[in-house]
């Protein structure tokens, strides 16, 4: 009996030992551990010190000027419709056309801070209807058609083109196409400079 009892001892003190040790290994570890950072609210004056400093761009919590990058699609997106919808209509010699929708305008801007420096960019691509009047002989037609211009990006308008697509029509032959064709790319020269209006407005973004 007294040898059970000594076994059953040892492995009381084992139990009690083990159970000992888990708890501290627990209470350490709470102690130890570092607390984590507490969210604070910019408050009005530290965006006022920060605007404050006129070498500083940015927002106001990235007072060291590293790299920040801001998406600004949507305002792009709207401007060049508003911008190449204000062209009007464009006259040629053998009738005129205006732009009636921009049927595709798809693309991203974005303004970068990197070491307290601002930098733009951008890449589209648009597709505008056009619709028009065009003289043939002594009669007058209407027409639609599409202007496709492919990607084109910041400070390289110089090298825009456009595709001109008409739409099918029994009553204009190959030559009149292709004649038609010819005067609706002189819109290229206005929405060229659009779109040269567009980069400057960017760049004061």
Aim: glycine share 6%.
């Amino acid at each position: 009996m007294e040898g059970g009892g000594v076994v059953s001892s040892d492995k009381q003190n084992a139990e009690s030992n083990a159970t000992s040790s888990y708890t501290y290994w627990v209470r350490e570890t709470k102690q130890d551990a570092a607390p984590l950072p507490v969210p604070r609210k910019l408050t009005a004056q530290d965006i006022s010190s920060g605007s404050n400093s006129s070498n500083h761009l940015g927002s106001a919590w990235n007072k060291a000027g590293t790299w920040e990058e801001k998406n600004l699609n949507k305002w792009a997106t709207e401007r060049i419709k508003e911008l190449v919808l204000s062209l009007g209509s464009l006259e040629f010699p053998s009738g005129k056309a205006e732009i009636a929708e921009v049927s595709r305008c798809k693309g991203d801007a974005f303004l970068v801070t990197v070491r307290n420096k601002k930098r733009v960019g951008y890449t589209y691509e648009i597709t505008l209807q056009v619709k028009g009047e065009w003289v043939i002989g002594e009669e007058k037609k209407t027409f639609k058609g599409n202007l496709d211009i492919a990607e084109f990006s910041f400070g390289e308008l110089d090298d825009l083109q456009v595709e001109v697509r008409l739409n099918e029509d029994k009553d204009l032959v190959h030559q009149d196409k292709h004649r038609l064709r010819q005067d609706m790319k002189a819109f290229l020269k206005p929405i060229r400079e659009k779109l040269l209006e567009f980069e400057a407005e960017l760049k004061e973004r």
